[in-house]
């Protein structure tokens, strides 16, 4: 029953902005790592950015500087500020939790659509 979703995208002109968020909610604890990846037409999925429950951030080369990843360990909340977005933005972003109990357990939201018009 544990279940993650997304919220916030739509369709920007390039140079815009747009705030992602994710909720998770269900027997998930405090996931060890949450985060977003995307998917661009013909490209496989590839990570954005995560974090951990202890703060340490991973950025993508390509979003390094643009996109700011935050998170509320207390709401089991992870959410994605981008800005100065270009048409290869362009994705469908899911959110992402692992947890390590025992054994890892990975989780996935059901994907934002973002378009960023040229």
């Known amino acids: 029953q544990v279940q993650l979703v997304e919220s916030g995208g739509g369709l920007v002109q390039a140079g815009g902005s747009l705030t992602l968020s994710c909720a998770a909610s269900g027997d998930i604890g405090r996931p060890n790592t949450m985060g977003w990846y995307r998917r661009a037409p013909g490209k496989q999925r590839e990570l954005v950015a995560s974090m951990t429950s202890g703060s340490t951030t991973n950025y993508a080369d390509p979003v ?13 909340m992870v959410y994605l500020q981008m800005n100065s977005l270009e048409p290869k933005d362009t994705a469908g972003y899911y959110c992402n939790a692992e947890v390590r109990r025992v054994r890892i357990s990975t989780y996935w939201g059901q994907g934002t659509q973002v378009t960023v018009s040229s």
Do not use: Y
């Open 64 to 76: 390094k500087g643009r996109f700011t990843i935050s998170r509320d360990n207390a709401k089991n």
